[in-house]
């Protein structure tokens, strides 16, 4: 049976949060740093989920919008002495006002050619923020100091460079973007974006206009990765070209491929698994990325549709 | 008033006229079958109708409006509603999803109350296909298939509800079910649909209309078809010879 009662869903869900919560009290130093960026990018995996998982749109340009949120914010606070919260809102708006124009114009493909067309207005942001390296530090980037990274709440002040506190934002931006993301593919809209990826043209025989609904996709999608990127910026600190670059379109589908398209946590665990076999492979030997490869070969053969996916198919049918 | 006109309505494929110049009305509450042979254009007759593809010329009306230009997913919401003659139920979504999709369009348009979850389960109780709920559609006999399909039109809340080929390669016994939920459905709605399986269509239809190579060959009771000589050098076959 596919069904699963609501309760034991968002049980699952919200202990994953508290498991995360305790983690910060426990793990050393070095892994709550890893941990907490593990958590902002996993968000920048989740919005792009949203658009390749639940409505099957490949796109290659999400690291324009992960870096319109990173700049957004980052040169918020640089350039303009905006405040950390007035930063990160502005960043968010710059994704999502980004995905809305990028997704009239792209929306007009499908298929490959929706992968290309993303592919090229991500490389036109990308030379945009070289040719403007007047404002934004082109390759070299920027560095955002502590003191703007400080939040004033009445009296007291939450230092965003204390690792405690970055851990503690990193998670509450992860849980909100865990929960909206839960709801809104248990939603009728979530259902009628399945229907679109399973098969468009049906879709429109039952009254759905099929281009709306990606368009609002593609913006909610847009916005949650320009939040990853907004929260990466206020975080730790850095704002640089390198996270426009392709590698930064191929990362979050690499991560949602190993997670599992289309499963809430799948990002996250992607992610998570990811930055650790890099990471405990690179203190062996330089050759770390033959063995990240060898790694990916073998999740491949034996979880073809991702860890939790390949889960979900054999074990747990109910896992949103 | 006719529920449905249509007006010098074509559609060339090249040169191909595989719908040409057609006049066609379509009374409130009647079912209407539409017959003739293969590549006689009534695929793409009713392709029109639904919006799926767009006239090369003519007019569509609908309930007074005018709906040539109108998007298909429009006129799903004004009532038009299309089963496919190739099932293509969300092989991958069980039975309960394929319907609740478009039960939940009928209560976002404000054309029906309550529960996503009673709508659905009250369309797969008159299809015979609740105790499936939690089936993948893909993993359904076809003949179940064909009828989850029907179950989707239905949920559609339809006013017209256009049936391609429904019966299609289904068993007879599920076709004599068939009959009594098409008859079940026209108290509510009107019903168009192509037939190739003569009794049904002599059992079910108020009206035939006969289309060969994209135009109206013949168009009466079921009684005046069979009777009608060029009809059956056309299509019913040399039973006069």
């Not at chain 1, 390749?52 to 290659?60: E, H, I």
């Not at chain 2, 991958?92 to 009928?106: E, G, I, M, S």
Request: hydrophobic content about 50%; aromatic content about 10%; glycine content about 10%.
């Amino acid at each position: 049976m596919k069904d699963a009662s609501p309760a034991k869903i968002y049980a699952l869900h919200i202990g994953v949060i508290a498991l995360l919560f305790a983690l910060n009290f426990v793990l050393p130093d070095y892994h709550q740093g890893l941990f907490a960026r593990i958590m902002a990018l996993a968000v920048f995996a989740m919005g792009y989920n949203l658009l390749f998982g639940y409505v099957g749109l490949l796109s290659l340009g999400h690291a324009m919008f992960f870096s319109a949120g990173l700049y957004g914010a980052g040169l918020a606070v640089y350039q303009l002495g905006w405040g950390v919260p007035e930063a990160f809102v502005a960043g968010v708006a710059c994704g999502a006002l980004l995905a809305l124009v990028i997704g009239l114009l792209a929306l007009r493909t499908s298929g490959v050619a929706f992968m290309i067309v993303t592919m090229m207005f991500a490389q036109v942001f990308y030379l945009l923020i070289l040719y403007f390296a007047a404002w934004t530090g082109g390759d070299q980037g920027l560095v955002i100091q502590q003191p703007s990274r400080i939040i004033a709440i009445g009296g007291a002040s939450l230092d965003l460079t204390n690792p405690t506190v970055r851990y503690m934002s990193a998670l509450a931006l992860f849980s909100v973007v865990l929960l909206i993301t839960l709801v809104l593919v248990r939603s009728r809209f979530g259902r009628v974006l399945v229907a679109i990826r399973e098969n468009e043209e049906r879709t429109k025989m039952l009254g759905y206009d099929t281009v709306a609904n990606k368009l609002v996709a593609v913006v909610a999608s847009g916005a949650i990765c320009a939040a990853s990127g907004a929260a990466y910026a206020l975080l730790f600190g850095y704002i640089g070209s390198s996270f426009a670059s392709v590698q930064y379109s191929i990362l979050p589908l690499l991560w949602v491929l190993l997670g599992g398209a289309a499963t809430i946590l799948g990002p996250l665990i992607g992610t998570l698994f990811m930055y650790y076999v890099t990471d405990i492979t690179s203190g062996f030997t330089s050759a770390y990325l033959l063995i990240v490869g060898v790694a990916l070969i073998l999740l491949v053969l034996f979880f073809p549709k991702g860890v939790l996916g390949s889960v979900r198919q054999r074990w747990l049918g109910w896992l949103p | 008033m006719p529920l449905l006109t249509t007006k010098g309505l074509s559609r060339r494929f090249g040169g191909l006229r595989a719908v040409d110049g057609v006049d066609f009305a379509l009374m409130p509450g009647e079912i209407r079958a539409i017959i003739g042979p293969n590549g006689a254009g009534k695929t793409t007759f009713v392709s029109l109708l639904s919006g799926r593809i767009r006239p090369s010329s003519g007019m569509i009306v609908f309930d007074g409006a005018d709906i040539t230009t109108m998007p298909a997913y429009k006129r799903v919401r004004l009532g038009v509603a299309y089963t496919f003659q190739i099932t293509s139920v969300f092989a991958n979504l069980t039975a309960y999803d394929n319907v609740a999709l478009p039960v939940q369009r009928t209560l976002t348009d404000g054309r029906s109350k309550g529960q996503v979850r009673s709508g659905v389960m009250a369309a797969l109780e008159r299809t015979g296909l609740a105790d499936r709920a939690g089936t993948p559609a893909g993993q359904l006999s076809y003949g179940h298939q064909r009828l989850l399909e029907v179950a989707m039109g239905l949920a559609l809340r339809p006013r017209l509800l256009i049936l391609d080929e429904p019966t299609q390669g289904l068993a007879d016994s599920e076709i004599d079910n068939f009959v009594l939920l098409v008859r079940e459905i026209a108290k509510h709605a009107t019903v168009l649909l192509i037939e190739h399986n003569m009794p049904v269509v002599m059992q079910l239809a108020d009206r035939i209309t006969v289309f060969n190579s994209g135009k109206i060959l013949a168009e009466g009771t079921p009684e005046q078809i069979r009777a009608n000589a060029e009809v059956q050098d056309a299509y019913l076959g040399a039973t006069h010879g």
